[in-house]
């Protein structure tokens, strides 16, 4: 009696089950390094952009300092803490770009710098683009 109720009990097996987990770890083992790969590459591609965006922005600070007269021509690296990037970003994005550095030549932005948060190195903004230089 009993065994004829195990027999008709239906359902997977022990070893079934261990077959197919198995194989989902394999997947998601295979999955997981892409997928950060991907996070890495979108990360960089928005540093980018922000590099750019500061570039543009301290340009236009400086063209509106030299309008009225008080740039001349101003040669020199502007760190973070300075007024010019202050007024450029708002504080939770200075948060995010550690060791940004803007460098200027008689008084025209030529090259933004900052540490990529993804540790790959800098990136480095200049009149031709961004780029990550490790």
């Known amino acids: 009696m009993l065994k004829a109720q ?17 194989i989902m770890v394999i997947l998601i083992a ?30 236009a600070y400086l063209t509106d300092v030299y309008a009225d007269g008080k740039a001349g021509s101003y040669t020199g690296t502007l760190p973070i803490s300075d007024v010019v990037a202050a007024e450029l970003l708002e504080s939770s994005q200075t948060e995010k770009l550690s060791n940004l550095s803007i460098a200027i030549t008689n008084a025209v932005v030529t ?24």
């Open 30 to 59: 295979m999955l997981v390094p892409n997928v950060i790969g991907y996070i890495n590459k979108a990360t960089i591609a928005t540093e980018k952009s922000a590099a750019g965006t500061v570039y543009s922005s301290a340009q």
């Open 111 to 134: 090259q933004v710098s900052f540490d990529s948060s993804t540790g790959k190195g800098k990136i480095v903004y200049k009149s031709g683009g961004a780029v990550l230089e490790s």
């Open 6 to 22: 195990l027999k008709d009990q239906k359902g997977f097996s022990l070893v079934e089950l261990i077959v197919v987990i198995a």
